[in-house]
């Protein structure tokens, strides 16, 4: 097939390479200030956190950073098409935790625009909801802090706030 | 389909050039209402039932390549790849690939059979493991059913039932009580694209077929989970709701029911 121009709707590509970082440790990263007050709360379907009471903070990155895989989003695909299937290699499984070789470009899926910003919302609640988490609502500046162009610093203070004290806002539900 | 999945299409397709038409009936072709039906030995036949109450979008299906198939499109991805200037990632590089293709939809405007509350697809294709993907409309690949879902083997000289594929909304309670537990979910589903849930129905013995088959070709599939997996390149992402038997969650987990084992992400 071939692809006209799709200059809203294409978006994002990623490094998703293996490249090994430096873990921070959990005391290292600093909760942000979660008051927020009712008027500078953002839409509730796009502008929340995530929580789950008795989580660790390393299960908590594991399920952000598993989830975050499926945030890139590259071009339409069109039908028929051919999709190189892989097979599973049971001794040598897709770690559920951060792959923290996230960087470049894929922060585009995060600072693109909005009605991009509402497909990776979406698909972060599907991924993270039968996890078991909850969402909070918050503000878009707070949201944008916490979702900046570094998706590994995103996904730890993310990780921070999920396992941390319930958030003092409302709940979105489910 | 709901009018607001029709917006998202025809954005989509508003922007897409008019693909050039390839003959694919040999790995898949529907046939058509009127036809007449020989059952080839060389040949895999996958039948399937699409309920219409829902979004009434389409089950897309995919045959699993096998390594020469992968590695001679990996090959061909790499080159148009870097024609055009290797920006981005290749693992979200989608191209104009001349090979065959493994991924269709099974589309109800080509059913064998149907009424207003369902349509009967029937297609004729190449032997092999297959998985129900994703849905979709038209020749858009809308959503993968990447966070879990089944596979099942297509033996040539059989007609393989698939059962009957439901689809719906998820933000409102589905009007396909099998669809309760992945449907309902608020408003988040339901923004700038909705986001769609599907679900299968196993095929019974005596399921209803379409003219012209003979049952005793007929065999109900026989499935199996599979685990998450990605694909960049679809609107959205959710995961085939539970079939009893077959497919089970436990929290981020997809479990094969049969085995008890869970079905590791690829």
């Given at each position: 097939m071939r692809l006209g121009f799709l200059p809203v709707l294409l978006v994002a590509s990623a490094d998703l390479g293996l490249a090994q970082q430096t873990?921070?440790?959990?005391?290292?990263?600093?909760?942000?200030?979660?008051?927020?007050?009712?008027?500078?709360?953002?839409?509730?379907?796009?502008?929340?956190?995530?929580?789950?009471?008795?989580?660790?903070?390393?299960?908590?990155?594991a399920?952000?950073?598993?989830?975050?895989?499926?945030?890139?989003?590259?071009?339409?695909?069109?039908?028929?098409?051919?999709?190189?299937?892989?097979?599973?290699?049971?001794?040598?499984?897709?770690p559920n935790q951060l792959n923290y070789g996230l960087v470049g470009e894929v922060i585009m899926a995060i600072i693109a625009p909005a009605i991009d910003r509402s497909?990776?919302?979406?698909?972060m609640?599907?991924?993270?909801?039968?996890?078991?988490?909850?969402?909070?609502?918050?503000?878009?500046?707070?949201?944008?802090?916490i979702n900046s162009s570094d998706l590994a610093a995103s996904i730890e203070i993310q990780a921070r706030i999920a396992s941390g004290p319930v958030p003092p806002t409302p709940r979105t539900l489910p | 389909m709901s009018a607001r999945i029709l917006l998202a299409v025809l954005a989509l397709a508003a922007v897409v050039a008019?693909?050039?038409?390839?003959?694919?009936?040999?790995?898949?072709?529907?046939i058509r209402a009127g036809e007449s039906i020989t059952i080839r030995p060389?040949?895999?036949?996958?039948?399937?039932?699409?309920?219409?109450?829902?979004?009434?979008?389409?089950?897309?299906?995919?045959?699993?390549?096998?390594?020469?198939?992968?590695?001679?499109?990996?090959?061909?991805?790499?080159?148009?790849?870097?024609r055009k200037g290797s920006k981005g990632d290749i693992a979200a590089f989608v191209f104009d690939?001349?090979?065959?293709?493994?991924?269709f939809i099974m589309s109800h405007g080509k059913a064998i059979a149907g009424d207003k509350a369902e349509a009967m697809v029937l297609a004729e294709v190449r032997p092999g493991n297959y998985v129900l993907y994703g849905q979709g409309y038209a020749n858009i690949l809308y959503l993968c059913h990447c966070l879990g879902t089944v596979g099942f083997d297509a033996p040539a000289g059989i007609v393989t039932d698939l059962g009957t594929y439901l689809s719906d909304q998820a933000a409102k309670p589905s009007v396909?009580?099998?669809?309760?537990?992945?449907?309902?979910?608020?408003?988040?589903?339901?923004?700038?694209?909705?986001?769609?849930?599907?679900?299968?129905?196993?095929?019974?013995?005596?399921?209803?077929?379409?003219?012209?088959?003979?049952?005793?070709?007929?065999?109900?599939?026989?499935?199996?989970?599979?685990?998450?997996?990605?694909?960049?390149?679809?609107?959205?992402i959710n995961r085939l709701a539970p079939i009893p038997g077959v497919l089970r969650y436990d929290g981020g987990k997809v479990i094969d029911v049969a085995s008890g084992k869970e079905a590791l992400p690829r």
């Open positions: 873990i921070p440790s959990e005391t290292a990263i600093a909760i942000p200030d979660l008051h927020i007050a009712d008027s500078d709360l953002g839409d509730e379907r796009k502008f929340f956190v995530f929580h789950k009471v008795g989580v660790s903070f390393a299960e908590a990155r399920d952000i950073g598993f989830c975050s895989r499926f945030i890139l989003r590259g071009q339409q695909r069109f039908l028929p098409d051919f999709v190189a299937w892989k097979q599973v290699d049971p001794a040598n499984p897709i497909v990776r919302q979406t698909r609640m599907r991924c993270m909801l039968p996890r078991g988490y909850a969402r909070y609502r918050t503000s878009e500046a707070l949201w944008k802090q | 008019p693909a050039e038409a390839r003959d694919t009936s040999d790995v898949f072709r529907p060389d040949k895999a036949y996958l039948l399937i039932r699409i309920a219409r109450r829902g979004t009434t979008q389409d089950p897309v299906i995919l045959r699993e390549p096998d390594s020469a198939e992968s590695a001679a499109f990996e090959a061909a991805r790499g080159a148009a790849f870097a690939y001349a090979g065959t293709p493994n991924l396909y009580p099998e669809l309760a537990s992945e449907s309902n979910i608020g408003p988040t589903a339901r923004m700038d694209f909705i986001l769609a849930v599907g679900g299968l129905v196993p095929a019974g013995q005596s399921a209803s077929l379409p003219p012209g088959i003979e049952r005793t070709l007929v065999k109900p599939a026989s499935f199996h989970a599979i685990g998450p997996f990605v694909d960049p390149n679809v609107m959205h």
